[in-house]
């Protein structure tokens, strides 16, 4: 008797239990962060495997509101009233960027041999999907940015808790939210709301990662006029932090030797230059007292938004600060990085265009 499953369903429950094996083993053996670690790590090592793995489509998506509404539940008053006090760090970011671009484009382009498309959105320290998008639309090879974005990530993901355990000597065990049985009923409600209409109030506006920013926006509102006082529950963002793990390894489904010499690799080193560069400005921000030393380098790392608050909350960081400094890099390369391309006409090298 046939399967009454479908291929992708059975995939999907193949991932899932691979990932929930992860969380398991790293629960067991004690090793941090085992929600998020656990199903990257088992993910990752099938999907290099050659397992058919299946990420989780919209569920995923939804699981980066609760990351939305934590981030904005932390923007109060206090916060705004301390903006003014973070615009000499902030002001780095936009030299940040342009510093990561020139080492970066030219790297991807003559080490690695990547067309000029490829080069430069690789090079951008921006969201894995919007960066993409913009390389298919200027003839970029869409797999390699795939993997390299997916590299930085990961290799971001996994370092930057050794650095804040051992470089810092931060514990990783800060509460990450109170247990969903101790925030009132009607507030988890406001949450659930604020999330969906956030969310699909900022896709239908044309917003950039509406995911988390839309979401973001609704409770930083709800916040500052007093009506949300909570984060999300513990729950939840435990929940956000395994489907994130399942969507890193899911990531490596389907690389090949070739991609793996070349994408991977070339992410690998890339990453490494990065951190060099992160610890720079980090070095500036605290010598010049713009920053303590965690936040300074958790405001720095070029990771993605969603993994970056996570660390920010587990590091017990101030998330307003880290996050803010996150937004503004993302915010200028979502917006600046298409009109720079135009401007030294990156699509049209190399026959593209």
Known sequence: MPSPLTPAARDRILTLALATAGVAVFWLLGLPLPFLFGPMTACLIAALAGVRLRGMGQVSVAARTILGVAVGASVTPALVAQLPQMALSVALIPVYIIAIAAIGVPFFRKVYGFDWPTSWYAAMPGGLQDMVIFGQEAGADVRALSLIHATRVLVIITLAPLILTFG??????????????????????????????????????????????????????????????????????????????????????????????????????????????????????????????????????????????????????????????????????????????????????????
């Open 168 to 353: 810092f000597g931060q514990s990783l065990d800060n509460p990450i939210g109170q247990p969903v049985g101790d925030i009132p009923l009607t507030e988890l409600g406001i949450m659930v709301v604020a999330a969906l209409v956030g969310w699909k109030g900022g896709e239908r506006i044309g917003l950039f990662g509406a995911s988390i920013l839309g979401p973001m926006i609704v409770t930083a509102g709800l916040s500052l006029t007093d009506i949300i006082h909570f984060r999300p529950p513990a729950e939840a963002i435990l929940a956000a932090q395994y489907l994130i793990g399942i969507g890193i390894g899911v990531g490596y489904v389907g690389v090949t030797l070739h991609e793996l010499r070349r994408d991977v690799a070339a992410g690998i080193v890339f990453v490494l230059i990065l951190a060099g560069l992160a610890a720079l400005f980090t070095e500036i921000v605290v010598f010049f007292e713009l920053a303590r030393p965690v936040e300074g380098f958790l405001a720095f790392a070029p990771g993605g938004q969603a993994e970056m608050t996570v660390l920010a909350i587990v590091a017990g960081a101030d998330l307003g600060f880290v996050i803010v400094h996150h937004l503004t890099r993302i915010l200028i390369v979502i917006s600046g990085a298409p009109l720079a391309a135009r401007l030294f006409r990156v699509s049209d090298r190399d026959g593209h265009g």
